[in-house]
């Protein structure tokens, strides 16, 4: 067989990779069948595609001796606190076999570097981790999904819906998930005026009538939370199916881990999205947090996509 062909990707290629992409939607679906089906329609992924082109995703195509495409590669580039960096996301890439992704990567990764993008970030299903993984990539984030109960679910007395009112109450453990990034084994930066919006960012979430903010009290005062929101349509992804429900943010206070309120929290939240009417709730936690890794597996999500991240060496620039 002759290796295909790449070349740049243009607007005009865009419902050929829709039919790529739709056709790997279908395989990811196969072992997942909590992801969106809508994705396996192919004018719903040529309008993320569109959006992709829009919002200055560019990359490559592969083409068989035919001229039919056998893969497309895209990216966003950005240079902001990830660095001069390239972004490939859930929608942005699909190929008819490993040997024509890892043919596309090869080709854009020297253009990258040409532009000093060192730093190179790709949102895998996890169909594809084995030929990402093979090219360097490790594990940033993970992208994972859960069945809400059918029955009604747990509620627990401990727990309750939380108001503007409780600002205050809960400001102490606003930074507790930063805090839980910034250091060892995790290492994520977190720019310091993040820590400002804390404050603002919660009480919006408390006043927004379509966010389910819970929290649990026990004798000393508030000991953790958890804050649910209805995924906007226009962030549905391959990976984040419409309709669901998202846990955005769940922390609780150090001197409480381990005893159980975390593990109250999210069956309570689930039990209440559950009888709103949700069927799926997304989230995504940092592959390195020892305690996510260990507990949001354990709350039933699977993993469907990661976000992976590959630093190229930075003497590569240099002379
Ligand atoms: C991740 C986090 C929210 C978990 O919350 P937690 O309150 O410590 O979790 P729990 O105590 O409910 O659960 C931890 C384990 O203890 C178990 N447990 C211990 N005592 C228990 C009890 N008395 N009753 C019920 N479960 C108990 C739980 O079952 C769970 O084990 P499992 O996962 O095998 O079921 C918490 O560790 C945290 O705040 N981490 C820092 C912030 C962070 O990383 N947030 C997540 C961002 S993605």
Redesign the pocket.
Known sequence: MNAPTTRPFAASDIDAAAGLLADRHRRDLAREAALDPGFTDPAACADLLRTAWEQGARGAVAEAADGALTGHLLAVPGDDSRGRHVWTGPGHYAARDEDVLRRLYAELSGQWLAEGRLHHYAVAAAGDLPVWLSQCFGYEQVHALADLPADAGRLHDDVRAAGPSDLDALEPLFR??A???AGPPVFAFIEPSFYDDLRPGHLELLEDPAVSYWLSEGPDGVR?FCVMRPVPDDEASPTKPRGSVELL????VPE??????????TEHAFADAARLGFRVCV????AA?P??S???P??GFRPVAHRLHRVLDPRLLQG
Do not use: E, I
């Not at 943010?249 to 609780?252: D, I, P, R, Y």
């Not at 409480?256 to 929290?265: H, K």
């Open positions: 507790l998930v805090d839980a990034h953790g943010l769940a922390a609780t409480s881990r381990g005893s159980g309120v975390g593990r109250r929290l989230t995504d936690w940092r947090n305690r996510s260990v507990f949001w354990h709350r």
